[in-house]
């Protein structure tokens, strides 16, 4: 559980802005600038706010994730019509080899056990299973990257691990410059990549991803090439 409060981050950004009292940058401000950084940060590390949790699919193919899903990361296994009764183990397949093997695939008898499922991270909130679920479905155990919540109070703890308050801090610092009565872009951009940087490493946000994810979009990127 996360111990860092947002106070303690937004003092740090106020001491250092020189606005200590917040006549420049209100507390409002800059607290809308630390739920923007949690946000930022899981788009970048769909890891850092990785959720395991059961969840009831809906008869078909097409599933969608919880309402504060913002990626799927993985596919673990069946939980049975309770959600409550581990099964088979489910692997990724690619969606084309299914479209071109079995075309029909959409419409084939339902089955309450998954086998495979599928991911386009270009539609990051929605993922195929097959056999398509009947009705009424079955349940998963997925890994997901959720979005943290509003942080709407200065005494709320941060939404993700107490690692990432120094890249929140580098991006309430970006935003600080970046709006301000007279913006220092140059600044703002110099604590921006300090943010990135702090968040991705020498790391790029695809190795989050589920491997046959991470290969599906090398391989596209290398097509463009």
């Known amino acids: 559980m996360p111990t860092v409060t947002a106070e303690m981050i937004l003092n740090r ?3 250092t802005l020189h606005d200590d ?8 401000d800059l607290l809308t600038y630390l739920s ?7 788009m970048l590390k769909p890891a850092a706010n990785a959720i395991n949790d059961v969840v009831k699919l809906t008869p078909g193919t097409r599933q969608r994730l919880p309402s504060d899903g913002m ?17 088979r183990a489910v692997r990724s397949v690619r969606r084309y080899i299914l479209d071109a093997t079995r075309p029909d695939w959409h419409t084939e008898p339902t089955s309450a056990e998954v086998k495979h499922f599928m991911f386009d991270d270009r539609d990051p909130k929605t993922f195929y299973v097959t056999p398509g679920q009947p009705d009424p ?14 942080v709407t109070s200065t005494q709320q703890a941060i939404g993700l691990d107490d690692v990432f308050q120094t890249p929140i801090f580098y991006y309430v610092m970006s935003r600080a410059h970046a709006k301000s009565s007279t913006p220092n872009l140059q600044v703002a951009a110099i604590y921006y990549e300090q943010f990135r940087a702090a968040v991705t490493g020498r ?5 989050e ?5 991470a290969q599906q979009r090398m391989e596209e990127n290398s097509g463009h090439a």
């Not at 673990?76 to 019509?81: A, D, I, L, Y």
Request: charged letters at 20%; glycine letters at 6%.
């Open 71 to 87: 990626t799927l990361i993985d596919v673990v296994r069946n939980m049975g019509s309770n959600g409550d009764t581990p099964g």
């Open 21 to 28: 009292t917040g006549v420049r940058w209100t507390p409002e």
């Open 36 to 42: 923007d950084a949690q946000r930022e940060i899981v």
């Open 13 to 15: 950004a106020a001491r």
């Open 209 to 213: 991803l589920h491997p046959d994810q």
């Open 203 to 207: 790391s790029d946000a695809l190795f």
């Open 137 to 150: 479905a079955s349940y998963l155990e997925i890994v997901y990257a959720a979005s943290p919540a509003e």
